[in-house]
Nanobody
């Protein structure tokens, strides 16, 4: 069974940065499309960034220019570098396959809180 374990969240001030990690087991992230999602309280889960098997990336308009998705083949890990964080980025962040692909079981996510 595929396992996705997210980490790296925390409390950060507006304008700060965080790097989230998604460690995957039983899949090879370097050849699979993967995405980062977030879910804020009272809101639906939304896709914020995705990377294709070929390495192409795309981002939600709300994070474009601030977030960067990447992956490390040796560590079989997908990353989300988040810069210039805003209070509206506060959410639980998850990784999984992007829409259009069969999802894996969701991990527990990692909480990101942006507050002064």
């Amino acid at each position: 069974q595929v396992q996705l374990v997210e980490s790296g969240g925390g409390l950060v001030q507006p304008g700060g940065s965080l790097r989230l990690s998604c460690a995957a087991s039983r899949i090879i992230v370097s050849i699979n499309a993967m995405g980062w999602y977030r879910q804020a309280p009272g809101k639906q889960r939304e896709l914020v960034a995705a990377i294709t098997g070929g390495g192409s990336t795309n981002y939600a308009d709300s994070v474009k220019g601030r977030f960067t998705i990447s992956r490390d083949s040796a560590k079989n890990t997908v990353y989300l570098q988040m810069n210039s964080l805003k209070p509206e980025d506060t959410a639980v962040y998850y990784c999984n396959r992007p829409p259009g692909y069969a999802s894996y079981a969701w991990g527990q996510g990692t909480q990101v809180t942006v507050s002064s």
